[in-house]
């Protein structure tokens, strides 16, 4: 026993050696907390930003906007940049969170990213002083051609017998119910108790085809033939198809969720000096396309799409779809009243 | 034939156990990216995993975690046995019973208590704030494991020792401390393999920028667990089990 | 040095970390959020969705008790029988798997349970019916005793061994055949290690929600899923605390259950 634990001794601190550990000179210039989506930037990105400005990235990640949420306004975890969505960060500004941005610290943002996405945030962010979008896309259908017959073009498809246990929804509460109220005809942000009701009822005679109520676990399960159709962002679209030819993705004709997720500062940040470099940063063109490369969500930097050299994904019906030609609707946040009635309302789905 | 009754169930069990860390050995070594394709067999992850300072820094912070908190944890609850021990035994029962709290409670609870208690502190969460949870959670397996040898001592021979002039500390090491040893090793053993496996009252207490294994693999979960942790763990894994295996051939050792 | 005094740091470390924080969770429990006193929230176990993520939760963490008891105490007994030299060893043996991460082992299980995971494509080879328990409460039971059985044995192996061989020689001396000593000396001379098996295993199995998220595929809501996603997704604290106070005293009940049966308060861990 003794032997064991001086053995297990050296182990950690031959372990200490490896890692290594102490890096305050390379950073003269602080630091910035970062919190993000799993996996929604370029690793590389992040190491040029430290090497060109001298502030340490201190990086986070978080699996959805609910999860985001109450680390933020808790106060425990102190972040500098987060990256929420839209309704979440309509939230945020209705409880004071959020601190107000600096444009003229913000060139790179003001220059590079499409007028267009800066009128689509005045939803959630009257008079675009909160936000600097990221990324944007939609809610669609990933289904894998071998194993579903026809063309898929109706949210219809999954409450098909003929799928039962192959069908992979979302484990989040807003995007489960725009699913369901989607295909019922009302909108996204209905707060209605009876369509809402309706929307779980659907939900529930849904259940015992469903296989898992997933997150970001769907890419991986629709690339390995887990399932055949699966409830996904179209960010992921150009990835799975890379990494699986049989997947293909579609808008539903019921319409959908269109989404923009934007760089917001906390108002309980450490440095907003910092948090602005970094944003900065990801708005230059060329940082911009390394992360839609690496990530494949579409980008509102237009000046970073012009520099797309494959031809087939600059113009992409995927990545950069006309919206004009589909039912689209963001959405925007509806209160506490009825963020509770979602959530009981979500957790009567999952407990039945 | 009821010997090879035994044998087999014996070996059914140990395939139930070992067939997951199989399957993660067989993971570590498998070039696609996805878990549910075979691509071939590679080495690629384990050089990547020297790479990867994300897996490196929750690696580090993992062992300096379990260590400082198993050592903390093994001298509180040294100096904690002494003193139950020279309890009535009313309050000793009562202080016990406090004692077992962190270890019967369910993790969750005890997770979201001490992340309550650290926002009312106001502290900022981060490596303090794990550590100071792994401690509770480790004391009590320490002092399980030090109060049987605890209850064999002979009190008279501590008593010897004063009466030759010993100080008292000078009597508890050079009389009870070798007695209890084993007990504080085990119990430090305990403390370090259940820190080094906790997720949950991590989840809870972690700030941002500060992963251990755990916590960075459940965050990993959601998008598909990177290859480098199949191949960090078969890494651990092989690690430990060789120190096992040298621990079991040398000469036997009477404390364990 | 005053013996008393040597208590002083330890006391504080308990009321400062068990205590007090506990204390926080039942304030929260019986406050909302304005501050004021309600009963509210513990009350909530009884709406429809919570009584029925509660009562699976018991139903399963039940079921995998049994199970792990089962598959248990046999292995401890033959473990138990074998040459006593081995004793860290087998200890260790069990120890092991944990060195690998929790995580990690129960997501190994979804690569072998998935549908055209690991042991169905062994299924397939050799002709035989796939295997369909992901996502399913099976799936769920089998990970709470794949993780908890090294709870189960240990402690029973342990009461095993501290049995001393000559009250079983004197058993079968006095004419006791072999099942006849199980039931009357070995198995009542266990009872202890038993009692602290199942509480070990009980606990965490009925308030996990990692493995009912990993193996469950988020269609199974435990009583503990509810709790993290009122902490970590809804925000709703007070709620949370409450069905806590509610898990809090079924282990209670099982705290003063394993007193009973630990009276030198000891306990049987390892």
Not at chain 2, 167 to 178: C, E, L, N, Q, R
Not at chain 3, 243 to 266: H, R
Request: hydrophobic letters at 45%; a negative charge.
């Amino acid at each position: 026993m003794k032997k064991l634990i001086a053995l297990l001794l050296t182990c950690v601190l031959s372990a200490s050696v490896l890692t290594g550990c102490g890096n305050a000179d390379k950073y003269p210039n602080g630091k910035v907390y970062v919190y993000n989506w799993g996996e929604y930037i370029d690793p590389e990105t992040i190491e040029m930003f430290e090497k060109e400005t001298g502030i340490q990235v201190v990086y986070d990640e978080f699996d959805t906007n609910e999860t985001m949420y109450p680390k933020v306004e808790a106060g425990t975890s102190r972040y500098d940049v987060v990256c929420p969505s839209d309704y979440m960060i309509q939230k945020m500004v209705d409880n004071d969170l959020l601190a107000e941005l600096n444009w003229d610290n913000l060139p790179n943002a003001k220059a590079n990213i499409g007028e267009q996405y800066y009128e689509q945030s005045l939803a959630f962010d009257p008079g675009n002083k909160y936000s600097v979008p990221y990324c944007w896309g939609t809610v669609g259908i990933l289904y894998n051609t071998k194993m579903v017959d026809g063309p898929v073009d109706s949210w219809s498809i999954l409450w098909d017998e003929k799928y039962a246990d192959s069908i992979l929804m979302q484990d989040s509460v807003r995007d489960l119910f725009m699913v369901a109220l989607a295909s019922l005809g009302y909108s996204l942000n209905s707060t209605d108790e009876a369509e809402l009701q309706e929307a779980k009822e659907l939900l529930i005679a849904q259940k015992p085809l469903v296989q898992a109520y997933v997150i970001d676990q769907v890419r991986d399960k629709m690339i390995g033939n887990e399932a055949a159709l699966g409830v996904i962002y179209s960010g992921e679209a150009i990835y799975t198809q890379r990494e699986n030819p049989d997947l293909a993705y579609v808008i539903p004709k019921e319409g959908t969720n269109v989404w923009i997720d934007s760089w917001v500062i906390p108002k309980n940040c450490q440095n907003k000096e910092n948090a602005e470099k970094f944003i900065d940063f990801m708005c230059r063109d060329d940082i911009a396309l390394m992360n839609f490369d690496f990530i494949t969500y579409s980008t509102p930097n237009t000046a970073a799409r012009e520099l797309i050299e494959d031809e087939d994904i600059k113009n992409s019906d995927i990545a950069f779809p006309d919206l004009s030609l589909y039912k689209l609707e963001t959405y925007s946040y509806l209160g506490e009243e009825a963020d509770t009635l979602y959530n009981e309302l979500w957790k009567e789905i999952k407990s039945n | 034939m009821r010997n090879a009754a035994k044998k087999i169930y014996i070996t059914l069990i140990f395939i139930f156990l070992y067939a997951p860390i199989v399957t993660l050995i067989v993971l570590s070594f498998n070039a696609s990216k996805s878990r549910a394709k075979w691509g071939g067999f590679t080495l690629k992850w384990y050089q990547n995993l020297f790479k990867n300072q994300d897996i490196l820094n929750a690696l580090w912070n993992t062992l300096l975690i379990a260590f400082l908190s198993a050592f903390i944890a093994t001298v509180i609850g040294t100096i904690a046995c002494i003193a139950i021990q020279s309890m009535k035994k009313r309050n000793r029962t009562i202080l016990i019973g406090i004692t077992n709290i962190p270890m019967l409670n369910a993790e969750i609870v005890t997770g979201i208590s001490l992340m309550l208690l650290f926002i009312v502190l106001g502290m900022n969460f981060g490596f303090l704030t794990i550590l100071l949870a792994h401690i509770t959670f480790n004391i009590p397996y320490v002092i399980l494991s030090i109060m049987p040898r605890m209850k064999q001592l002979n009190p008279s021979t501590y008593e010897a020792a004063l009466d030759l002039g010993a100080s008292h500390m000078k009597a508890f090491f050079s009389v009870t401390f070798p007695d209890i040893l084993p007990g504080i090793l085990s119990g430090f053993l305990m403390a370090f393999t259940m820190s080094l496996d906790d997720f949950i009252i991590t989840h809870f207490t972690k700030g941002p920028g500060i992963d251990t294994l755990s916590t960075k693999i459940y965050t990993e979960v959601k998008k598909g667990i990177k290859p480098e942790m199949y191949a960090l763990s078969t890494l651990i894994f092989l690690t430990v089990l060789v120190l096992l295996i040298l621990v079991n051939r040398s000469p036997k050792e009477k404390d364990v | 040095m005053n013996k008393k005094m040597l208590s002083l740091p330890y006391l504080f470390w308990c009321a400062a970390f068990i205590l007090i924080p506990l204390f926080m969770v039942v304030y929260y429990g019986i406050t909302d959020k304005t501050g004021a006193f309600t009963l509210e929230n513990i009350c909530a176990i009884a709406t429809a969705e919570h009584s029925k993520a509660l009562w699976i939760s018991i139903l399963l963490s039940l079921i995998s008790t049994l199970i792990c008891l089962l598959l248990a105490y046999p292995l401890a007994m033959i473990l138990a029988h074998m040459n006593v030299n081995q004793h860290s060893f087998v200890v260790l043996i069990f120890i092991l798997p944990m060195w690998m991460n929790f995580l990690l082992r129960t997501m190994a299980w979804q690569t072998l349970l998935e549908k055209s995971g690991v042991i169905n494509s062994v299924l397939e080879f050799l002709h035989l019916p796939a295997l369909n328990i992901i996502n399913t409460p099976s799936a769920i039971i089998l990970g709470m005793v794949y993780n908890f059985l090294p709870f189960m044995v240990l402690p029973i192996y342990n009461s095993l061994t501290k049995i001393d061989p000559n009250v079983i020689n004197a058993a079968k001396d006095l004419g006791a055949n072999g099942f006849d000593t199980f039931i009357r000396v070995t198995l009542p001379l266990s009872v202890p290690g038993i009692i602290s098996g199942i509480t070990m295993v009980f606990v965490p199995a009925l308030t996990t929600f990692v493995i009912s998220t990993l193996l469950g595929g988020s269609k199974i809501l435990l009583i503990g899923n509810v709790i993290e996603q009122e902490f970590t997704q809804t925000g709703n604290w007070h709620l949370g605390s409450g069905l806590s106070i509610v898990l809090m005293i079924f282990i209670l009940f099982n705290m003063i259950l394993s007193a009973i049966f630990d009276k030198d308060g000891e306990g049987n861990t390892l």
